[in-house]
Structure formats: C-alpha cells, structure tokens
C-alpha cells in the first residue's frame, strides 16, 4: 500500500492540475475553433439534432430530448449549461443568423430567462444545414466520445464562415474572445475575394466587409479600431443606439430609441435612464417608457418644453449604455492551440478547412462513384449474357455457390456478382438496360468532372466559390448596423445635468460654504445665518446652480467649484468647510470668493500680496475641469501670501484701485496700469513699501465709496475718497495716520464701504463689536480716528467686517 502513495510538492500537483485545467477548457469549452465557429458545446448541439433528424424541414421537437441526447451521447455536462446554449443559438439578438429555431419562450434582450426546456420546442434552422451539410461524406475527422461509445465530429464542415458571420464571447483560463457579428454577405464577398486574390490587403477587404454588424443594429463608430482589429486582432470602436426626435402634440419632444447597443440589457438600459432623471443628475426628462411590443424595439424619452434634445441624448450617451465601448479580442483555436488572428488569418484558416472538406467530399464521391460504375458494368456485361446467367444461377445450389460461379466463369467481381443475384427480374426488361447504359454514361462524366477537381486545384477552388455565392445568394440580408468613420465626440452642456435654480451662496472668513433655497433664506432672515463665534460672514451672493464658485486662498491658489457640487444646508446651519470639497493644506486659508457664469475676456481677477505685488489676470484663464484639487491662481514668493482678490469688469475706464498698509501709507492709481499677465505669472510691483512695512488692503474704489480703518489701539478711521490722491503704480503714497511718537497707530484691517453697506464689526480673539459705520464720522487725512474698542478688555483687533 505504501508504494502506492507518492510524496510530492503541493506546488507541482496544483499546478499540474491546473495545467491540465486549463488545457481542457480553453481547447474544450470556452473558445470557438476558428474553423466552424463553433465551441464544443454548441457543435455537440447541432450535430446531435442533425443526427436524430430534427432539422428545419421537420417538425420541431421537445428541446428537453435534444438535451437529454447530448448530456447522454456527447457532452457529460449539467442540462442547464447545454439547455443555455441551445437558447443562445435561437436568440436573434444574439446572433445575427440564429442556427436553432424555437418554439416558446427563449428569454427575452430583457435578460428574462427562457421557460424550462420541457415547455420549449427546437430545430434546426435552414441556414444550420450549410454547416452541417455533407457530414457524413467523411468530410472531417471523428473521434470517441467521452464513454468510446459513439463517434462525434472534431469539427462541422461549415459551408460559410460562421466565426465571422455570428461572433463569439468567452472566458478561459488565461485567454478570452470577444468577435463581433457580421453580415453574411459580405462576409462571403470578402472571402470570394481572398481565394481569388491570395495578397490582399486588409484595406481591400474592408471594401467588402465594413465592419460588424450586430443583431440588434445600432451605430458603429471608428473605422481606425476596426482597421486595427482586422489587423491584427485587437481593436475599438464604439457602439451607439439609433434614435430620433418626435414632437408631441403638446409641443414638446422625446428621444425615440428604435436599437440599442449589442449585448446590452434594454429593462436595466431603461431603469437607469429613469435613475438619472429621478436623481436629477440630468435636468429635462419628463418620462421613461419602453414601448416595445411585437413590431420592434422602442424606448421613448419625453422630454420638457424648450428642453435641447441633443444635449440630453449626449448626456445619456455618456452616462448610459445608449453608448458602450466594443473591444475586438478575436481569439479562436487553430490547430490545436488559442490564437490572435486578424480577419486575414481567420479567413485563410476557414478556407483551408473549406479546400480539405471538399476535398475529401469529392474523394469519397469519387469512390463511391465508382462503385457504382463497377456495379452498373457488372450488370450491363450480365445482361449482354442474360440467358447464361440465368442458367447459371438456376444451375447453382444456393446464393453463395451461384456468387463463386459467376466469378470463376464470367470473371465478375464479388461485388458484381452480389449485385447480379440480387437483380430483380423487372430489371431484365430492354427499358432497363437502356437505362444502365444512360446511368454508366452519367457516371463516366461525373468521375471525370470529381478526377478534374481532385487533380486541378483551381477547380476545387471554384467549387467552394459556387457553393459559397450560392448560399450567400439563399441567405443574405441587409445591413442591420451603420458605420461612421470617426467616434463622436460627446459634449455636454451644463444646463442638462444641473437644473437651473437660483438661490444663496454665503462664505465665511474661516472657509464655511453653503448654498441655500431662497425659501429657508426668506424664513430666516439675512442676519440669521450660521456662523461660528469669532467668525464673519465674507460673501453673500445671489447666484444659479448652474455658476462656478472661484475660492482664493492666502496661497495664491484657487478652487473651481460648481455651485451644485456646494451642499445644499438651511441659512441657521453652519455649513461646510471648503476642505471638505477640495482638499488645502491645514496652514492655507480662505481669503475670497466670487461666483461666475461665463469665463470670458470681459472681466478679470486682481490678485495682490502682502509684500506689494499685484496681478491682473483675464477671467477666461480661470475656467478649468478640475474641481478635486487647487488651482494656482498667482504665482507667490517665499514670506509673501495673497490678501486681496478683485474682480473687475475690463470694459469700465477709469477703475482706481487703492492700497492702505501697516504704517498708514496709501496709494491710487488706475487699473489701466496694470498689464494681463498669465495665471502662473508673479505680476508686478504694486506699491513702494517702507521697511518693515507690508499691504493691508488692496481694493477698487469709487467717488461714492469711503474707506474705514481699524488701528491696533482700538481706534476707528473713516475717510471719504477725496482724500485720496491718484498717482502712478509703485511710488510710496500718502500718509494718512498722524505719526505719534508714543505708540503710534498702526492700520490692522481696512475695508471699502459702499453706500449700501450700513453696518461694521470688529473682531478680535476673544470678543466681537458691532457697529453703525455712519457713526464713524469722516475724518481728515492725518488723523488717527475715534477710539471705539479699549484694546486691554477687547483685545488686539484681528479683523473688520462691514455688511
């Protein structure tokens, strides 16, 4: 017992399995032999229905007996596999000539099962006689089936290419198929062509064969991808639905999809089509229905008044599988082994098969031709003697001994002499004989015409040309699929996906964003929004779901946000930090935002730093695809960082823009002076700075304007803009705090006020104070302004708000 049992790796006996795994199913299950198209399962089908007489001319018969038959005679496998692939050989929206016929229920392009194969009746279809006919002329190869009880083919003969004709899909081990339908005819036509002009090009055969052409129809796009596949076996293109727009009596119109995409699932096409528009992630659709019934497929889209129907069908084509990606992986056996193979090799290969069948039909054609030729000389020569004959055999003791007789005396063959002693006497008649001689004249010339074809390869050629045109001729259809020579580029306008709606944006100085439905802003009031303590409101805006907010940060960078990516949060909430949408680093804060509908040339953003440089940058160079990471917006020098953005209009002549620093120096000049640079770019100097002195506020001002100023005592400022002084960009400025020599006032915030601007608020680490800014009356040019905080109790002042 012991010598029986062996030691060995675990490693070399799974992979000695798994090798001899693999083996099996990808030359025994899964991939199609590139010479009938067909897996091993699919031709055991076929050739057990062809044997047990269930054929198109028949009636059909209970598909649970062909099943019965092939689990017991050929395939060893579970009933559902071989009933599954019965099923996938009758569904018209699988192949593009269906090779079984089916009475009932075989599932639906809905993915619904089929009935159970005791309610389903099957038979051949015509069109599966050409790749079974002349199986029986020892035209291929037979050998045991799995219990050496019965013969099975290798291989069918396949009168036409049925690998190109209706595909295949599969899966093994380390290899898998995926080879398109395609139109018979043409497919005939570009093989006609191959035998006759060996050298072809693929080019010269796409003249022929266009493309794929799929059961379900639909619009092929890329001729490059399907160049490449016939080249070399791989290759992509695009397949999309057929549709058209309807107008309803109501005035507004629907998308109708008369063919969807190959091989895709129309009930979970249309569900997630109906998914989008009940998500509003695309605005437009009123209604989905599939109102397919009995004359064809069609899904209808209603759609809402005044509604782009391109705009809502590229989105869908996008974002469904209106549109999918086919990839040609045209793997197949040949001679024994998996196989790349470009569309060249594929028809040489089916060819080649085609040269062997036929030539083995017409050899054993030729034999049994003539046989019979010996027969029917046999026959003439005994009745040229008859009267002897017949005496002969009257004169023998049985069947066998009248045989060896007419051998010994007449020089009959054994298979001459077996003929003559079973000849009926009707036979003897004079009208037979001329038949014989007719029949012997008819076999002369057919053993010539078979000789000529085994002899000259041309002839056996023409006869798989005739043979091919006639089937094409039985069988051909139109084109189902239209080919487009480039893939569509698919463009989506916003107002699809984004409904159009307008409510309030509101950003904080600590970096909290939100949008909010105009009816909880109405409810609560302007004053009662969400803030964290020591927090203040930035920006309030009226703006569309449809807009794009640009944030700024101290970094010189910026987020692109879509409006109606913002969260949607009551006006009492406190909103979301903007990190939460687009990742910043933790030292990085929020110092404007402006919200934008159209990125044009019209107006620009201004960007200025602490240290004096200033930048002004066309608005169109801000419009970006990327909203998962900061943008740069200027470019910032080590030490520096931005505190002031500006968007202004590039048509207004005559904008002034003002800088106030930390030592109370303030310059104004015209935007005119400032050059468009670049997003990258670090722009110009702005002002002339002191030593130790740096930029508090940049911004525009006009006539109307006044700026109010907080110093580091507490102390308030407002001027009016006639105090201003224009000059030229980067000089020094003027002084507008009265130098002390004790603790002298030093600018820490500033902000310009306008004249719907009513109230200010002062915040510092601790503590909050708000205000009347008419309360603030206008001051001089070297005052310090009015004492309003006491800097012991309130703290150092960290910034001023006014609203």
């Known amino acids: 017992m012991s010598e029986i049992i062996q030691n060995l790796p675990l490693e070399d006996v799974i992979g000695d399995r798994f090798g001899r795994y693999s083996k099996y199913i990808i030359q025994e299950r899964a991939l199609p032999d590139v010479r009938d198209g067909l897996k091993p399962v699919q031709r055991r089908i076929l050739y057990s229905m ?56 075989n599932g639906s392009i809905d993915n619904d099962p089929p009935a159970a194969m005791r309610y389903t009746e099957a038979k051949l279809s015509q069109l599966s006689e050409q790749i079974l006919r002349d199986i029986h002329k020892d035209t291929v190869d037979f050998v045991p089936n799995y219990d050496d009880t019965e013969m099975e083919p290798m291989v069918l003969p396949a009168r036409f290419p049925n690998l190109l004709v209706n595909g295949s899909t599969g899966i093994s081990a380390g290899y898998a198929t995926d080879i398109p339908p395609h139109n018979l005819a043409e497919v005939i036509t570009a093989t006609l062509k191959y035998i006759d002009h060996p050298n072809i090009t693929v080019n010269q055969l796409m003249k022929h064969i266009k493309g794929p052409d799929f059961p379900t129809g639909g619009i092929v796009q890329g001729i490059d991808g399907i160049k490449k596949a016939y080249e070399t076996g791989k290759g992509k293109v695009v397949v999309r639905a057929k549709t058209e727009t309807e107008t309803l009596r109501n005035g507004r119109h629907q998308i109708v999809v008369t063919e969807i995409p190959y091989e895709v699932n129309k009930s979970s096409l249309v569900k997630k089509i109906d998914e989008l528009r009940a998500d509003k992630k695309v605005d437009g659709i009123v209604e989905v229905r599939d109102e397919t019934d009995r004359s064809g497929l069609r899904i209808a889209i209603e759609l809402k008044k005044d509604v782009n129907a391109t705009s809502v069908l590229n989105f869908l084509f996008k974002n469904t599988d209106l549109q999918v990606a086919y990839n040609f992986n045209m793997v197949a056996i040949r001679e024994g082994r998996p196989q790349l193979m470009g569309i060249k090799s594929i028809i040489d290969s089916y060819l080649n098969h085609q040269i062997e069948v036929v030539s083995r039909r017409t050899r054993y054609d030729l034999k049994h031709t003539e046989e019979r030729m010996h027969i029917v000389e046999g026959l003439m020569k005994a009745l040229s003697i008859l009267d002897e004959v017949i005496a002969l055999i009257r004169n023998s003791k049985n069947k066998r001994d009248a045989k060896d007789n007419l051998v010994e005396k007449y020089d009959f063959t054994e298979a001459q002499a077996e003929a003559i002693v079973m000849l009926q006497l009707y036979r003897l008649t004079n009208t037979d004989i001329v038949a014989l001689q007719e029949e012997h004249a008819e076999l002369k010339e057919k053993i010539d015409a078979l000789r000529h074809i085994l002899d000259h390869h041309d002839a056996l050629l023409n006869v798989i040309k005739e043979e091919l045109t006639a089937i094409k001729k039985q069988f051909k259809s139109p084109r189902l699929s239209v080919i487009e020579e480039k893939i569509a580029e698919i463009k989506i306008d916003k107002e699809v996906i984004v409904p159009s709606e307008t409510v309030m944006l509101s950003m904080t100085q600590e970096g909290y964003i939100k949008r909010t439905s105009l009816r909880s802003f109405n409810a609560s009031g302007k004053d009662e929004i969400g803030l964290k303590e020591q927090d203040g409101v930035l920006k309030i805006l009226e703006v569309n779901t449809q807009d794009n907010a640009l944030v700024f940060t101290n970094k010189g960078r910026y987020l692109f946000i879509p409006v109606h990516k913002i969260a949607d949060i009551k006006w009492k909430d406190l909103g979301q930090h903007v990190s939460q949408i687009v990742p910043i680093d933790e030292d990085e804060r929020v110092i ?59 048509k207004i002549p005559s904008q002034l823009l003002t800088f106030l620093t930390f030592k109370g120096m303030s310059l104004t000049y015209a935007l005119e002076e400032l050059p468009d640079t670049g997003l990258r770019a670090a722009g110009v100097k702005g002002i002339n700075l002191k030593n130790d002195d740096h930029v508090v506020m940049v911004n525009t001002v006009s006539p109307q304007d006044t700026i109010l100023i907080a110093t580091q005592r507490g102390s308030l400022k407002r001027i009016a803009f006639k105090v201003l002084q224009q000059a030229k960009r980067a000089q020094r400025g003027i002084t507008l705090l009265k130098e002390l020599k004790k603790q002298p006032h030093r600018i820490v915030s500033a902000r310009v006020c306008q004249p719907d601007q009513s109230r200010y608020k002062l915040i510092s680490q601790n503590d909050t104070f708000e205000g009347e800014i008419k309360d603030i009356h206008l001051s001089e040019q070297y005052t310090n302004g009015s004492f309003v905080v006491d800097t012991t109790v309130f703290g150092e002042i960290e910034n001023l708000f006014v609203e």
Not at 620 to 638: E, Y
Request: aromatic share 6%.
């Open 50 to 105: 062809y044997s047990n007489g269930n054929t198109y001319d028949k009636h059909f018969r209970k598909s649970a007996k062909t099943v019965g038959d092939v689990i017991g005679q050929l395939h060893p496998h579970g009933d559902s596999s071989v009933y599954d692939a019965m099923v996938r050989l009758s569904q018209d929206w699988k192949l593009r000539h269906v090779l079984v016929e089916m009475h009932g229920n």
């Open 592 to 650: 404007d935002c402006y919200v934008v509908s159209e990125f044009d040339d019209q107006s620009a953003i201004i960007t200025a730093t602490r240290q004096g440089m200033i930048k002004k940058s066309l608005l169109s160079g801000f419009k970006s695809t990327r909203t998962n990471k900061p943008l740069v917006a200027a470019k910032i020098k080590d030490g520096d960082e931005l505190i002031s953005v500006m968007h202004v209009s590039t």
